[in-house]
DNA sequence: CGGCTTAATACGCAAGACCG
DNA sequence: CGGTCTTGCGTATTAAGCCG
């Protein structure tokens, strides 16, 4: 950076801003002596400078790899027939990067975990509702079921139920070939078998079949 | 006053020497 | 062989001076 006041045709000035040395006087323009010296003195001045930023650039970089070797677990690891060994910087990036790979891969599994706990959280709220539905149904009827059900009855249920689905099933799905069919299939499961579409389709065949026997 | 040029300085990289 | 140090070089940044 040029020093204020400093002409930028006599550098040598501005070397006695940035650079000052009180064993040379950079006023004494007329001693060639003193101005060799000086240059002389400048270059190594800059050298030097140069040098110890060099020293705290690479200081810098070694404080970054040492950082790097005492957060990833991978390059703490140590042999015990050799003791603790200082790792290369090519092998603690190399393992930095197999560690960061390692933590994506984590976190998209327990993403996918908690997805599914979610779902699985979703159908045991449904399944508490109708258990809670069954039991109040008891306490309203007491002597209800007493009576055994029958195995045509249980089948009249379960052909109920396959009915239904089958109707939406025809309804929803016009194709022209196997291939299309089972194409179609699983978008129809997601679309027409979510738990609340079937607890109602359930609710309904049991309302009709109780209507029936009563 | 804003844009351009110039010079000094800062910064970073790479090559080569050296060391353990 | 890997790490460190020194040094030269190129580029970016900054400040001063000049000019229309």
């Known amino acids: 950076m040029t020093e ?4 930028p045709e006599d550098p040598w000035v501005k070397v006695e801003y940035a650079y000052s040395d ?36 690479r200081d810098a970089i070694k404080r970054g790899y040492d950082d790097l070797q005492t957060i990833v677990p991978t390059c703490q690891q140590q042999d015990f027939s050799i003791g603790s060994q200082k790792l290369s910087k090519a092998i603690v990036l190399q393992k930095t990067i197999d560690y960061i790979q390692f933590l994506h891969k984590e976190k998209k599994k327990q993403e996918e975990e908690v997805s599914t706990l979610r779902k699985d959280v979703t159908a045991l709220k449904i399944m508490k509702v109708n258990y809670e539905q069954i039991v109040k149904a008891h306490q309203d ?31 929803s799905i016009s194709v022209a070939s196997f291939q299309e069919l089972s194409a179609c299939v ?23 079949l109780k209507n029936q026997l009563y």
Request: proline share 4%; hydrophobic share 25%; charged share 30%.
């Open 4 to 7: 204020p006041g400093a002409s």
């Open 22 to 57: 009180n064993s040379l006087d950079p006023d004494d323009e007329d001693s060639d002596y003193h101005q060799e010296a000086y240059k002389e003195s400048y270059k190594d001045r800059r050298r030097r400078a140069h040098t110890q930023a060099e020293q705290k650039r």
């Open 186 to 208: 699983f978008s129809w499961i997601e679309e027409h078998c979510k738990p609340q579409t079937l607890r109602e389709i359930v609710i309904g065949v049991l309302h009709q």
């Open 141 to 171: 009827n007491p002597h209800e079921g007493e009576d055994q059900v029958s195995d045509q009855v249980k089948f009249n249920v379960f052909q109920g139920i396959m009915d239904s689905l089958f109707q939406s099933f025809n309804a």
